[in-house]
């Protein structure tokens, strides 16, 4: 419990200094490997939800930024690419709130007004 509580709250340890406290538990404790094992696989899915999440982020933001372009495609005939530029800058929430103001009775009227929200 000592070694998770220091590895969760020593954000300045290295890779290296993990890999020796890790090696001097091993040799010093009868279930010391147990325990390394433990916190490697530990890690590791951490580091897999964080890979996961990290990609379906960017997916959904992939397909927010295709579907604004779509709908204004549909909308205005075409989009400058000054537009396209600045939608590929923005973050989710932003793209979401875009997306539905397009699909609105009271969204945008014009390619400016558009412009103007970014």
């Known amino acids: 419990m000592m070694i998770r509580c220091i ?8 890779e290296r200094d993990v890999k020796e406290l890790l090696k001097e538990v091993e040799t010093n404790f009868q279930e010391g490997s147990g325990i390394a094992m433990t916190l490697a696989d ?10 996961l999440e990290k990609g379906l982020e960017k997916g959904m933001r992939t397909s927010l930024i295709e579907m604004i372009d779509q709908g204004l495609i549909a909308k205005f005939k075409k989009v400058p690419r000054d537009i396209s530029a600045g939608i590929q800058e923005l973050d989710i929430p ?3 709130a875009i997306m539905l103001k397009i699909m609105s009775d009271e969204g ?3 390619v400016e007004e558009v ?3 970014l």
Not at 7 to 14: D, E, Q
Not at 42 to 51: L, Q, S, V
């Open 115 to 117: 412009r103007e929200y």
């Open 7 to 14: 590895l969760s709250t020593a954000k300045i340890l290295t």
């Open 42 to 51: 530990m890690w590791r899915e951490e580091g897999m939800e964080k890979g």
């Open 94 to 96: 932003v793209l979401k």
């Open 108 to 110: 945008f009227k014009s």
